[in-house]
């Protein structure tokens, strides 16, 4: 045998035609390859020879006119049995509309029984030999892409489809092939269009097309990808960037209203100051009374006025932190002497780690959450709250902790804590009812300076309000 020969199954049921192809292939001109040809008169033992050694062949010509099956029924039998054979096809005058049939179903080629010679015949089979070759190598390459990629003829009929479009069909390739295409392709090449697919519910693609030559003929490669995630994201940023927009005109409004009610409370806590300390004349025991609880109230509102717009001024990133090397010992030190004076109730303790680093931080706003924590602490402890500063674990960090032995809280109480306007209920040794802006507004002045916080506790077991700073960085001194 020879190994460069070009082997080719002949299925055809005249034995004129077999003799005379057979006579036109042995003819061999120059170094030109010579052709094998074994022959099979039916088309089921055709198929059945294919089926045993497919890959033993390199080409096959079929008569699309055999006795137990005609037309394109045999065509689609062949491929079906020995789908990466090229196969050229042979039919009579009457029947070239039948064979032009097969191409676009896939045969690399026809021939007309009575108008054929010897080297229109190698022809023929040596260049669909080659242009199936070709043929093969982009299908691999289509059937490993990941969006579906499917070809459409210039009449609307699917003539090849990879896996990832039968995923997104929810259909095998030959359900496909040969069909009318489901879908609308778009007019102008590289245009693309959404439509939607019956595999799932709510599932989208978008479908995008090149203009193409397949198997001789022209048509659509057209490209389908799965969308549906992608839509959902944009979705979801729509809503989200809605959302953000009434947040910001809630927060807008927050703000606008404070300002507005600041004065005004501003002049009443001022009022209410001159008469408790009697500049506008005496008041009997009982307007006494009804004026320190109405200067009481003003002053919380004021605080809650001026809670909302820090808090205000964080989220809307137009804070101004004034940054500098700070020193904690110090800035604590301070803070201890503002309690010192104060009346008995829980007492309050200091630890801080030797050689604690500085921190770059703006000393006002630390104060404030320093503050914060340490009357959040004073008011639910039994009897002390110790506040500690230490280095933290090899992050470059300064970790700061308010501490006291009071109820403690559960891990559902924990989740709420600092949500803005959200108060967690504990008991403890005072009745004060706050904003719920104290620790939303500490939340928000630490991540300003790029540190986080948290809280440790148990029912019972106290709390540990936590915070980290970032520390100072230390100056390189040259040797």
């Keep these: 045998m020879d190994t460069n020969a070009i082997r080719v199954l002949l299925i055809e049921d005249d034995p004129e035609d077999v003799d005379l192809i057979k006579l036109f292939l042995g003819e061999r001109v120059g170094a030109e390859p010579c052709f094998e040809i074994e022959t099979e008169d039916r088309l089921s033992s055709g198929c059945k020879r294919l089926a045993r050694d497919a890959a033993g062949f390199d080409a096959a010509l079929l008569d699309l006119v055999l006795p137990c ?30 064979a032009l049939e ?49 070809v459409v003829d210039a009449e609307g009929l699917v003539r090849y489809a990879n896996p990832a479009a039968e995923s997104l069909f929810g259909r095998k390739t030959k359900e496909l092939l040969g069909k009318p295409f489901a879908h609308s392709l778009p007019e102008r090449e590289g245009a693309g269009s959404e439509v939607s697919l019956g595999s799932e519910p709510g599932r989208v693609a978008e479908i995008r097309v090149a203009d193409i030559e397949w ?29 953000m927009l009434v947040v910001d005109l809630k927060n807008e409004f927050m703000t606008t209203i404070s300002h507005e009610l ?26 006494a009374r009804f004026v320190e609880l109405a200067y009481r109230n ?26 500098r090397k700070t020193a904690l010992p110090q800035l604590i030190e301070e803070r201890a002497q503002s309690y010192a004076i104060a ?9 801080i780690g030797e050689d604690l680093s500085e921190v770059t931080a703006d000393p006002d706003l630390v104060t404030q959450v320093l503050s914060n924590l340490i009357d959040n602490a004073l008011r639910f402890a039994r009897e002390r709250v110790v506040v500690k500063a230490e280095p933290g674990e090899g992050d470059g960090t300064v970790v700061l902790t308010v501490a006291d032995d009071g109820p403690g809280m559960s891990q559902a109480q924990m989740a709420k804590l600092f949500t803005k306007f959200v108060q ?6 005072s009745s004060y009812k706050g904003t719920g802006l104290g620790l939303a507004i500490c939340k928000e002045i630490v991540a300003a300076h790029g540190g986080r916080i948290w809280v440790e506790s148990a029912p019972g077991k106290g709390a540990r309000f936590r915070f980290t700073l970032p520390a100072a960085a230390v100056p390189s001194h040259a040797v």
């Design 69 to 98: 099956a005609e037309g394109i029924e045999a065509f689609l039998k062949v491929r079906e049995t020995s789908p990466g054979l090229p196969v050229v096809v042979l039919t009579g005058i009457r029947d070239e509309a039948l």
């Design 102 to 150: 097969a191409v676009r179903m896939g045969a690399q080629d026809y021939l007309v029984k009575g108008t054929i010679d010897g080297r229109l015949l190698k022809r023929a089979l040596r260049h669909s030999i080659e242009r199936h070759r070709l043929l093969a190598k982009v299908e691999y390459l289509l059937a490993k892409d990941l969006d579906g990629k499917v």
């Design 215 to 243: 198997n001789g003929a022209p048509g659509k490669l057209a490209t389908i990808r799965d969308v549906t995630e992608l839509r959902r994201v944009e979705q979801l940023k729509a809503e989200i960037k809605e959302r």
């Design 262 to 287: 600041r004065n005004p409370l501003t002049t009443v806590k001022t009022a209410l100051q001159s008469l408790k300390e009697g500049l506008v004349g005496p008041m009997s025991q009982q307007q």
């Design 298 to 323: 003003t002053e919380r509102q004021v605080k809650i006025i001026n809670n909302i717009l820090d808090l205000a001024r964080f989220q809307s990133g137009k804070a101004k932190l004034e940054l």
């Design 343 to 351: 009346p008995k109730g829980p007492r309050l303790s200091f630890e």
């Design 424 to 429: 967690v209920s504990r008991t403890g040794n």
